[in-house]
Nanobody, 115 residues
Framework: QVQLVESGGGLVQPGGSLRLSCAASGSIFSFNAMGWYRQAPGKQRELVAQITSGSSTNYADSVKGRFTISRDNAKNMVYLQMNGLKVEDTAVYYC?????????WGQGTQVTVSS
């Protein structure tokens, strides 16, 4: 019974910053990887950033240098620091936990970048 809850979304101006949080009901260290995905209207859900249990990270090319994923195992939290936000970053952002044979998703949090 894994539950993931995202928070921190909102409305920001281009160039602004947001910090998304994902709270897990269980130990995030038990998962192979934690990740952030996003889905914009009319588009497929895409990987934004991922961090493994060994702290290896990878990012979508579109967010490299602007977004940073991190985790706090003691607090069972995963974060996504988003800087230099662009209008095209507007989407619903989802937290995902990946286990060996199962994946878990949060409910999503809306990020809107607009002037």
């Amino acid at each position: 019974q894994v539950q993931l809850v995202e928070s921190g979304g909102g409305l920001v101006q281009p160039g602004g910053s947001l910090r998304l949080s994902c709270a897990a009901s269980g130990s995030i260290f038990s998962f192979n990887a934690m990740g952030w995905y996003r889905q914009a209207p009319g588009k497929q859900r895409e990987l934004v950033a991922q961090i493994t249990s060994g702290s290896s990270t990878n990012y979508a090319d579109s967010v490299k240098g602007r977004f940073t994923i991190s985790r706090d195992n003691a607090k069972n939290m995963v974060y996504l620091q988003m800087n230099g936000l662009k209008v095209e970053d507007t989407a619903v952002y989802y937290c995902k936990a990946s286990a060996i044979i199962r994946q878990y998703w949060g409910q999503g949090t809306q990020v809107t970048v607009s002037s």
